[in-house]
């Protein structure tokens, strides 16, 4: 059962292509990452497949709905958080819950919410005082109070410390344990690794692999006739350009 589909989607923005005939699909239950070094287009996909932004072409379903002509159904079972979390400086975290859930029709337990992101004691802190984990916690919680089927997570651990980075990647686990599929973006060769069960390479608007991320390096390594191979050696034998980190 497919829970996102992506069919030769293409996208500009004045000058530039920034989609180029992309496809992809999302398995119901799995983490799937898309992986591109900056500019390579993750966050227009996740934009159009979130109804966000209109594709110039292609087709998008999301379990089965169109995002732009279903646009209210999608947001039912569809949870988003894009890039960095920016909320008023003195709203607190459970009045930020309880805005947020005001929005669903069936909003998730904002108790339980609050527990299973390790916010519970945190329930009163205004947003400025909050640290960049607890922000990205905090924004992990907004994205699933309306208990979509399926998340999305874009660059959720740009800036964190690695502490405060595990301490998401268990949560995102834990996200998918408990039956929702996630869409992750990243530019982190080693989140990737570490959370997705499948992975999209993404280079200038085209996805040019999609496997498990074992089965990308095991192709690389029979292609370079070596060992030890990790993402970056997998992205630059299919792209021939090097991963470049900018963190
Ligand atoms: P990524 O998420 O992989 O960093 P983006 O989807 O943000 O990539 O951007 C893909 C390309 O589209 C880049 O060249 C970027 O500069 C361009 N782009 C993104 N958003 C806009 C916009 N609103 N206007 C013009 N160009 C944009």
């Not at 829970?3 to 496809?23: C, F, Q």
């Not at 998008?60 to 569809?78: F, N, Y």
């Not at 686990?173 to 408990?178: G, K, L, T």
Request: with cysteine; hydrophobic share 40%.
């Amino acid at each position: 059962m497919l829970a996102v589909e992506v069919e030769g989607l293409r996208k500009r923005y004045g000058d530039t292509l920034a989609i180029n005939h992309l496809s992809l699909t999302v398995r119901k239950g799995e983490i799937f990452g898309i992986l591109g070094p900056n500019g390579a287009g993750k966050t227009t996909v996740v934009e159009c497949i979130a109804g966000l932004r209109k594709q110039d072409a292609g087709r998008i379903r999301v379990a089965d709905l169109d995002p732009q002509s279903q646009r209210s159904k999608v947001r039912e079972i569809l949870g988003v958080q894009l890039q960095e979390c920016k909320l008023p400086e003195k709203l607190r975290v459970e009045e930020a819950i309880r805005i947020f859930s005001s929005f669903y029709r069936d909003p998730a337990d904002p108790e339980k919410l609050l527990v299973d992101v390790g916010l519970a004691d945190k329930r009163r802190a205004y947003f400025e005082n909050l640290s960049g984990g607890q922000r990205q916690r905090l924004s992990i919680a907004l994205a699933l109070v309306g208990q979509p089927q399926i998340v999305i997570f874009d660059e959720l651990t740009t800036g964190l410390d690695p502490q405060a980075r595990r301490h998401v990647w268990e949560l995102v686990e834990s996200v998918r344990a408990s039956g929702t599929t996630v869409l992750l973006v990243t530019h982190s060769m080693e989140e990737a690794e570490r959370l997705c069960d499948r992975l999209a390479l993404i280079d200038s608007g085209r996805t040019v692999a999609c496997d498990t991320p074992a089965e990308l390096r095991a192709t690389a390594m029979q292609a370079l006739g070596r060992d030890n191979v990790t993402l970056e050696d997998a992205y630059l034998r299919l792209t021939g350009k090097n991963f470049e980190v900018a963190e």
